[in-house]
C-alpha cells in the first residue's frame, strides 16, 4: 500500500514536450508575422500585427486550456464521450445557421461569443475520444471483428459524412476519419481487417484517379478535380488551380539549402494565395532554406516521440488509445501539409500544426496536448521500464474477470 501511494505521489512532467510545443507556437507567431505583415497592411489600413495579434490570442487561450485539460482526470472522457459526439456533431450543423460564417468561398466556420470556431476542429478531438471510449468497452476478439471495427468507424463515418456535405471541407473530412481507422488498426496489431478495408479504399481510389485522368470533362468533378489534374500539370493550369502549387515550389527551391534570411522572402508579397495559412511551410523553406525545413520536421518527429514513448509506459489501455489518436492526428496533418505544400498530393488545405495561421486549429491541439501532458503526469520514466507485454496481460484478465 504504500509504494502504490509513493508512486501515486511522485508525479512526472514532460518538461522536453513542453519544450517543443512552446518552441513551436513561438516559432509559428514569428512566421505568422513574417508572412502576413505585407499582405495585412495593404487589407487592414496599415495594420500589419493584424494576424499577429489574433494569432497569439488564440495561442494564450490554447495555453490556458492545455493547463486546465492537463488537471482533467481522463476517466472523465469515458462519461462524456456521447456528450462530446453530440456536440462536435451538432456543432457542424452550426455552419447552416445564422452563427454560420462564409470565407473563401466555404461556409466553415461559426461565430460564439466573438469567436470564430471552427466545427471540423472539434471534430477531431471529438473523435478521438469517441473512438478510444468505443474501443476501451470492447474484448480484444471484439476489436478484431468486423462488427467491432464498423461500430468504432460508424461514428466517425457519420461525422465525416457530416463535415464533408455540409461544409465542404474534405480534409478535415478525411482526417476525421483516418484517425478513427488508425485507432481501431493500431489497437490490435494483429488484426488484419482493417488492412483489408484500406486495400479496398485504395483500389477504389485508383480507378477513381484513372476515370479522373481519362475522362476529365464526363466526370464533372468541379474545383476538385481541377486540384488533380493541375497536381499533375502545374504549368498547364498555371492561371488557375496551378497557380499557388508553382508559386510554393517556387519559394521551396528559392531558398536554397541556408534560406535567403527571416522576413526576406518574396513569395510572401502577394504571390503565394494563404502564405500565413496553408503554404506556411513554403515560406519558412525560402527564408531559412532546407535547413530550417528540415528543422521543423525534426522538432515534429521528436513530439511524436515523446507522445510514442509515454505510451509505452502506460499500462491503462484507454490512455493509450488516447495518445493513439493524437499521435495519428498530428502525423496526419504535418503529411498532408507538407506533401501538398511540396506538390506530392494534390492540394487539399490542411494547416501545418501549431505554425499555421488560425485560432480553432492551435485551441484544440493544445487541448489535445493538455490531454496528452495529464496521462504524462502519471508514468514513472525512473523506474518502470517499457510495457508493451505487460498491458496486453493486464487487459485480458481485466476482461476475464467482467
Not at 512532467?13 to 513542453?18: A, E, Q
Not at 481519362?214 to 502545374?234: C, Y
Not at 504549368?235 to 534570411?261: C, H, N, R, T, V
Request: glycine letters at 10%; charged letters at 15%.
Amino acid at each position: 500500500m504504500g509504494d502504490k501511494r509513493q508512486v501515486k505521489n511522485r508525479r512526472y512532467f514532460d518538461y522536453l514536450l513542453l519544450f517543443i510545443v512552446l518552441f513551436l507556437l513561438g516559432f509559428g507567431l514569428v512566421m505568422i508575422y513574417s508572412t502576413s505583415s505585407y499582405v495585412s497592411s495593404l487589407n487592414y489600413d496599415g495594420d500589419g500585427l493584424y494576424f499577429l495579434r489574433k494569432q497569439a490570442i488564440a495561442v494564450v487561450l490554447g495555453l490556458a486550456v492545455m493547463t486546465v485539460v492537463s488537471f482533467i482526470p481522463t476517466e472523465l472522457y469515458k462519461k462524456l464521450a456521447p456528450l462530446i459526439y453530440f456536440v462536435s456533431l451538432a456543432s457542424i450543423f452550426l455552419v447552416l445557421t445564422g452563427l454560420g460564417h462564409e470565407s473563401h468561398g466555404a461556409r466553415r466556420w461559426i461565430y460564439i461569443f466573438g469567436l470564430s470556431i471552427q466545427p471540423a476542429e472539434i471534430a477531431k478531438i471529438g473523435v478521438i475520444i469517441t473512438s478510444a471510449t468505443l474501443i476501451d468497452r470492447m474484448t480484444p476478439n471484439s476489436r478484431r471483428s468486423w462488427g467491432g471495427i464498423l461500430v468504432t468507424l460508424a461514428p466517425a463515418a457519420l461525422l465525416s459524412g457530416v463535415i464533408y456535405f455540409l461544409t465542404d471541407n474534405f480534409s478535415s473530412a478525411f482526417i476525421v476519419g483516418g484517425i478513427a481507422f488508425m485507432m481501431i488498426t493500431l489497437s490490435e496489431k494483429k488484426n488484419l481487417r482493417p488492412y483489408i478495408i484500406l486495400v479496398g479504399v485504395a483500389i477504389i481510389g485508383v480507378i477513381a484517379f484513372i476515370a479522373l485522368v481519362k475522362f476529365p470533362d464526363k466526370l464533372h468533378l468541379g474545383f476538385r478535380g481541377e486540384r488533380v489534374l493541375a497536381w499533375l500539370n502545374p504549368e498547364a493550369y498555371a492561371d488557375g488551380k496551378g497557380f499557388q502549387p508553382i508559386q510554393s515550389l517556387y519559394g521551396i527551391g528559392s531558398g536554397g539549402i541556408w534560406g535567403k534570411g527571416l522576413g526576406k522572402s518574396m513569395q510572401k508579397l502577394g504571390f503565394l494565395p494563404e502564405a500565413h495559412n496553408d503554404m506556411i511551410f513554403s515560406i519558412i523553406c525560402e527564408e531559412l532554406g532546407l535547413f530550417g525545413g528540415l528543422a521543423i520536421i525534426i522538432m515534429f518527429i521528436l513530439m511524436l516521440w515523446r507522445i510514442r514513448d509515454i505510451s509505452s509506459h502506460i499500462t491503462n489501455t484507454y490512455e493509450n488509445l488516447l495518445l493513439c489518436g493524437v499521435f495519428t492526428h498530428i502525423a496526419m496533418q504535418v503529411i498532408l501539409n507538407i506533401a501538398v505544400v511540396t506538390n506530392t498530393i494534390p492540394n487539399t488545405g490542411i494547416a501545418l500544426p501549431f505554425i499555421s495561421y488560425g485560432g480553432s486549429s492551435v485551441i484544440f491541439l493544445l487541448a489535445e496536448m493538455g490531454i496528452v501532458m495529464r496521462i504524462a503526469r502519471d508514468c514513472d520514466f525512473k523506474d518502470a521500464p517499457p510495457v508493451k507485454k505487460k498491458r496486453r496481460v493486464k487487459e485480458e484478465e481485466t476482461h476475464e474477470e467482467s
